[in-house]
């Protein structure tokens, strides 16, 4: 199985898990945001092998960018099981 075809739900940034930053997709965030999509950026592991997560939100008006990059940092991936 291709890992894009996997959805990412939660991430844990950091170095000690017990004091890292998670991110969760439905998560609020900003405000007025919610966490709706994180992604692994394929193309800067396969063009500088830098692993890479992309964090996007979306406003309550709908609109969606990316909110932050998590960049060479200690990762651990959840992700969602569809049973």
């Not at 075809?5 to 900003?30: C, H, T, W, Y």
């Not at 969606?64 to 960049?71: G, L």
């Amino acid at each position: 199985m291709d890992l894009s075809e996997l959805n990412i739900r939660k991430i844990i940034a950091g170095v000690d898990p017990l004091k890292a930053m998670a991110f969760v997709v439905g998560q609020s965030v900003a405000g007025n945001a919610e966490i709706t999509n994180i992604e692994l950026d394929e193309r800067e592991l396969i063009k500088n092998n830098v692993r890479q997560y992309v964090i996007w939100i979306q406003k309550e008006n709908g609109e969606s960018f990316i909110w932050k990059t998590i960049t060479n940092m200690p990762v651990i991936v959840e992700y969602d099981c569809n049973f």
